[in-house]
Structure formats: structure tokens, C-alpha cells
């Protein structure tokens, strides 16, 4: 399944990707980036409006506090009451995009016009 070196793509002759590469289109790319510059935009406007709590993620039984270098300073800890993950399901990457693609313009048209390549004759 697609996989190279340095991640699931591969180069194919004509310098794109060899098929079953697991690779986003610019404007999937664009979509994700711009996603997560508005949830980093949100997040620092809630830090300078005073919401510094603890709120790690749980995905299934992995969460990021046994690695995180502020665990001693944000004493999170899920037994005391109101300290509670943030549970997060589990996507594929289809999921993820399909998610993108509902909540961002110039992925919605990327989808669109995907689909009529697919559906050309």
C-alpha cells in the first residue's frame, strides 16, 4: 500500500505520485492548513482571555500526558473532579478529508471536480 521512504507517497515517472499514494491534493493540503491556523488562532485567543486549563485528549487509551514536559506543572489528573479528557474518535484519513471537505470551500470544489475526472468517460 503505497508507501515510501519518508512516507506513504511514492514518485511515479511522470513526477506525481504512483498510484496508492497516500497523499492530499493542494487543495486538500490548503483546507488542513487553514483549519488548523483557526484552531491555533482559537486557541491563543482563549489563553488571552484567561482559559489556561488543562483539556489533553484521549484517543482510546493514548492520551499525551505521560510525555508532556508541563506534567508537573499543570497537575492534571483525570480522578480529581472536573479534570476530563477531551475524547477523541478515531478517523481514517478518507474521514478526515470528507470532514474538510463539509467545512471548507476549496476543499468542496476540489471533491467536486475530483468526481467528474471519476465519472468522465
Partial sequence: EGGGDFGPGRAARDGGFARGSRVATPEQFRALFDLVRDRAAGAAAAILAGE???RPYRLGDQT????CVYRPVCQFDPRFPG???RDLAPLRDPDVLARLAGSHP???AAAAAREEVQDAP
Fill in 52 to 54: 489556561i486549563g488543562a
Fill in 64 to 67: 499525551p500526558c505521560p510525555y
Fill in 83 to 85: 479534570h476530563r479528557y
Fill in 106 to 108: 476549496a476543499a468542496e
